[in-house]
């Protein structure tokens, strides 16, 4: 299963994320404000892998293709619920 959710959708996703489970520590001067600040830009980097090029979605991908089973993607920002019931119309 590859889920890849628009660069928009997932970083909003994860400021709340972030934001819920550190709580302040992640503001600017937290304890965790740099750390926070890397993962973000590599989160916003993903899909051009220009900052962590090791973990990037063209990485991914060709793992992905490399693979000896076949791979379900789900390619958008929808619903918990909607992408468990594609996935499961796939097992039925």
């Known amino acids: 299963m590859f889920l890849w ?6 970083l909003a ?3 709340a994320r972030e934001r819920e489970r550190y709580g302040a ?3 600017p001067g937290g304890a965790q404000h740099a750390a926070y600040e890397r993962f973000m830009t590599w989160a916003a980097g993903y ?5 962590v ?12 293709a490399a693979l000896p089973c076949p791979v379900q ?12 019931e594609t996935i499961m119309g796939g097992v039925r």
């Open 5 to 10: 959710v628009p660069p928009d959708v997932r």
């Open 13 to 15: 996703r994860l400021r």
């Open 25 to 27: 520590a992640i503001a």
């Open 47 to 51: 899909d051009d892998g220009l900052d």
């Open 53 to 64: 090029p090791e973990r990037c979605r063209r990485l991914h991908e060709q793992w992905l």
């Open 73 to 84: 993607r789900l390619l958008d920002a929808g619903s918990t619920e909607a992408h468990v």
